[in-house]
């Protein structure tokens, strides 16, 4: 199990961390439509980012998803997923209000099959743990990280590196 801090308090996710090289299996995740859709399936053959967020209405969560949208919009043969708990309609909002309408932003509040996973569930919130993950296009684990303290914004260039570098 890891664990972060989330506005400086102690929080132990559950689950089990992904690994450097772990086969990723496929999950059900609820899109805007409010469709359960399996990413993976659907985006079989491209490179993924998965940029997990607590909220989408929340400042650090809006900032790290513009950002991975404008810098994995030169990533050739990629595709950018945000997941988080928000319901489906606060998502399409959200997209719509930036402008990135055709960004692919899924729910895991049903279910939460990316959360179990992937090990980013904040359990006393029920909310996503800020984190990140690079999968090539076999669905194995190629990046990762779960930000130390949730309320701060992941490593860009790192993940953006590992991305380039498949």
């Known amino acids: 199990m890891t ?8 929080v132990t996710l559950d689950g089990k961390a992904v690994d450097k090289g772990q086969q990723i299996e496929s999950f059900k995740v609820v899109n805007n439509e409010l469709k359960d859709v399996e990413p993976l399936k659907e985006f079989k053959g491209t490179k993924k ?6 909220s989408l ?17 030169d ?7 945000t997941i988080s708990n928000d319901l489906p309609f606060a998502q399409k909002r959200f997209c719509a209000d930036e ?3 055709n960004a ?8 939460l099959e990316f959360a179990k996973q992937f090990g980013t569930l904040m359990p006393n919130l029920r909310l996503q743990a800020r ?3 690079v999968l090539d296009e076999d669905d194995k684990v190629v ?8 309320t701060n914004e992941p490593d860009y260039e790192k993940a953006i590196e590992a991305l380039k570098s498949i």
């Open 131 to 133: 984190s990140v993950f």
């Open 3 to 10: 664990t972060i801090t989330f506005g400086g308090n102690e």
């Open 99 to 101: 402008g990135i309408d």
């Open 143 to 150: 990046y990762f990280e779960y930000v130390p303290e949730g």
């Open 49 to 54: 980012l998965i940029s997990a967020v607590p």
């Open 75 to 81: 990533v050739e043969n990629t595709q950018l997923i």
């Open 104 to 111: 692919v932003t899924l729910s895991d509040h049903k279910d």
């Open 57 to 73: 209405d929340t400042g650090v969560c809006q900032v790290q998803t513009k950002t991975f949208y404008n810098k994995v919009a």
